[in-house]
């Protein structure tokens, strides 16, 4: 098959729905689409195409992505396939081609499955590199792109319509942290932030700010410190000496494990600590021990969590469906991929008449709904409305989602306990 | 309180610096060379220790003597590695054009780096040493115990090698192979045995403070640049080939550190650092030891 829908299938829709429907030919011929093209010969199709890291350093992870996107397109069309808003039923298919986690590679890829296979519903790559050119391409041609593989915000911050993300961007990492620091009976009135210097710190930095002077609260401490640093000691006698109720690591997993031991040795006694990247690693808390319990880490999904989702029937089942079908267990990446079909589906369903730019106008409007991945909805500059979970390191049993309440396993441990009293 | 807290803390983590400094300022005064391969020595001790450890205690985890009886094996480990490394390729370029030292340090540096990668993965490690109650508070200062022993294990270290060189035969070798390697070879030392035994040495003094570094911070394979480069500033404070200098360096650059982090910004310690740096070279480009480093 090579259109995203064959000319028999728009020949079908204009018999069958009239004036509307040839209207609709018209509007889809004006805004350049030729997703009709093509004679398939076979039944009624919709075609996702994109390019994914299938070979080189990331092509475990574009695995994922390939697998989540191709189990959920056989159940789809095992269940009888996507019931359009036109009124008619389509089978769905996968182009996925190889860019090896290359940009230059992924733009070629793109720019041909556009040009020459008629393409009009693009699956994101992986990597933000990757997916800030590739999404360049889906606005030159006018041509929706949902991707799970791209979290920098500069690929939603160019005026781009066409390029909808559903990993939450890092301005987003540390809002859910005091969202559930402020249920807690003992609510924070002061913060300390401190944040590595580069570019994905700083951002989550800037979002935490936002959050914190919406809520209200102050800012006793706001450091940041070079990637370079091997000792965080000064700044967090700063953060002892000024009394934070809570304390915001926003670096890497390196600097968590300094953090966690140097709040020991320096006396650092706070009601919660987050470290943003790397602190709900299991390699984390094998190197910090027991300095490691208490603290929180946020995640944008949990493999524990259960979503309802009209595939699959929950995250459980997904989770399920995966481990028999791939051997293995799936992650964050994989429910990501198995959203990014869904968000396509959502519009197939929702729209009078299938095209890229009424797909587009659906997909940016849609109410949210439920995936394995969570709800899905997105904002206006095309980045998913969703927050992040948030887990801890709790003495016993260990990682525990705590945040929020309709997913936690356990209540969150809050306050951790002082260093003299563990 | 609040500056007399940054300067112990300066004080503390200077000792390390300064420890990992000497040997670097060694291997410039007698083999003539900067060796930018000289942070990796610190990073192989910390992970000799913390291997050591974990196939001790299965966790990288003990405590504090079980930790300190590491450190002969850590001393032997990076001073055979250095020996090695100065035969098998440093002693080819030696006395040849100053560029041609740099790359293979510099290769041996990154080689050592991606080794180090594919062999432990990228994960920042650290060892735990146990105490039951973390820290000393003096005088209202936060100390941590494992930074004081740190700190006299540098201390120690360094004296031990500043005796070693007085003391003992074959360190009057090495400070004559300094001083004049032909003159040297005319009394019958054997120059290029010394000058790798120098470089094994150095090695030594470095993975001793490396696996200290473990239990204070965390180790990873790409660690090694940032301790070259303090390495550098403090030798140039020092003046080359002096030990009290490297020390009195790294003590200097730890304080001068932390007083900026404390004071200003944690972003501005490198700036200050090397604004020092330059200022020193053009005010007392011989560094604050120029007697001992003219020799």
């Known amino acids: ?422 | 309180m609040a500056i007399a807290q940054f300067v112990v803390n300066g004080l503390l983590v200077g000792a390390l610096f300064a420890a990992v400094a000497v040997g670097f300022a060694l291997i410039w005064g007698v083999v003539d060379i900067i060796n930018l391969a000289h942070g990796e020595m610190v990073m192989l001790g910390g992970y000799t220790a913390y291997w050591l450890l974990s196939i001790a205690t299965g966790t990288a985890e003990g405590s504090v003597l079980l930790f300190l009886a590491t450190l002969p094996v850590v001393v032997v480990v990076l001073f055979v590695v250095g020996y090695a490394l100065q035969r098998a390729l440093v002693s080819r370029v030696i006395g040849t054009d100053i560029f041609l030292t740099l790359l293979v340090t510099f290769g041996i540096s990154i080689a050592i780096q991606q080794l180090a990668i594919q062999a432990w993965t990228a994960n920042p490690r650290s060892i735990q040493v146990a105490f039951a109650d973390p820290s000393l508070i003096v005088a209202g200062l936060v100390v941590p115990k494992m930074k004081l022993v740190a700190f006299f294990g540098a201390i120690i270290l360094t004296a031990i090698l500043y005796l070693f060189l007085q003391r003992t035969r074959t360190g009057r070798a090495i400070r004559a192979v300094s001083q004049n390697p032909e003159a040297a070879a005319l009394v019958g030392i054997d120059v290029e045995h010394t000058r790798a035994v120098t470089f094994g040495i150095s090695s030594a003094v470095a993975g001793g403070a490396g696996a200290f570094i473990a239990t204070i911070l965390n180790i990873e394979p790409q660690m090694g640049l940032i301790y070259t480069l303090k390495s550098f500033v403090i030798v140039v404070f020092g003046g080359v080939g002096s030990i009290p200098g490297a020390l009195t360096g790294g003590l200097l650059l730890g304080t001068v550190e932390e007083l900026t982090a404390g004071l200003v910004s944690s972003r501005w310690t490198l700036a200050v650092s090397f604004t020092l740096l330059i200022v020193l070279l053009v005010v007392k480009p011989q560094g604050l030891f120029g007697t001992e480093a003219e020799e």
């Open chain 1, 1 to 422: 098959m090579t259109g995203s829908q064959n000319r028999r299938t728009f020949l079908k829709v204009a018999g069958g729905t009239g004036t509307l429907a040839l209207t609709g030919l018209a509007g889809c011929a004006g805004n350049g689409s030729d997703g009709e093209g093509g004679d398939g010969g076979g039944g009624d199709t919709i075609t996702l195409g994109g390019s994914m890291s299938l070979t080189g350093d990331n092509a475990d992870l574009g695995r994922l992505y390939r697998d989540a996107y191709q189990e959920t397109i056989d159940r789809i069309n095992e269940n009888g396939g996507v019931e359009a808003g036109d009124g008619n039923t389509y089978e769905l298919e996968m182009v996925l081609r190889d860019d090896s986690t290359d940009a230059s590679t992924s733009r070629s890829i793109y720019q041909e499955l556009i040009d020459r296979e008629g393409i009009d519903y693009l699956l994101g790559p992986y990597a933000s590199s990757v997916t800030l050119p590739a999404s360049a391409v889906a606005a030159e041609n006018e041509k929706p792109m949902v991707e799970g593989g791209g979290a920098s915000p500069e690929i939603f911050s160019q005026g781009n319509e066409w390029i909808f993300g559903l990993l939450p961007t890092a301005n987003k990492y540390a809002k859910s942290y005091f969202d559930m620091a402020l249920e807690q009976d003992s609510a924070p009135e002061t913060v300390a932030i401190l944040a590595e210097d580069d570019t994905f710190s700083q951002t989550t930095a800037d979002g935490a700010r936002e959050k914190i002077e919406e809520e209200g609260l102050e800012i006793v401490v706001d450091e940041s410190f070079p990637t370079e640093t091997s000792d965080l000691s000064t700044n967090l006698g700063r953060v002892r000496d000024n009394d934070a109720d809570i304390l915001l690591l926003c670096a890497h997993q390196q600097h968590n494990i300094i953090l966690a031991n140097q709040m020991e040795s320096q006396g650092v006694n706070v009601d919660a600590a987050m470290g943003t990247v790397g602190s709900l690693n299991e390699s984390f808390k094998g190197e910090v021990g027991a300095n490691g319990d208490y603290i929180y880490g946020p995640t944008s999904w949990d493999i524990n969590a259960n979503f309802e989702d009209p595939v699959y029937g929950g995250t459980q089942d997904f989770v399920a469906a995966i481990e028999e079908g791939y051997d293995y267990t799936p992650d964050y990446h994989s429910a990501a991929g198995e959203a990014v079909i869904l968000t396509f589906v959502n519009a197939f369903e929702s729209v009078d008449e299938l095209g890229p730019t009424p797909v587009r106008n659906a997909i940016r409007d849609a109410d949210p709904f439920s995936t394995v991945y969570g709800d899905v909805s997105f904002g206006d500059n095309g980045v998913i409305d969703k927050n992040m979970l948030i887990r801890q390191w709790q003495p016993d049993p260990g990682l525990q989602t705590v945040y929020p309440s309709s997913v936690a396993q356990a209540d969150p441990l809050y306050p951790m306990p002082d260093w003299s009293e563990r």
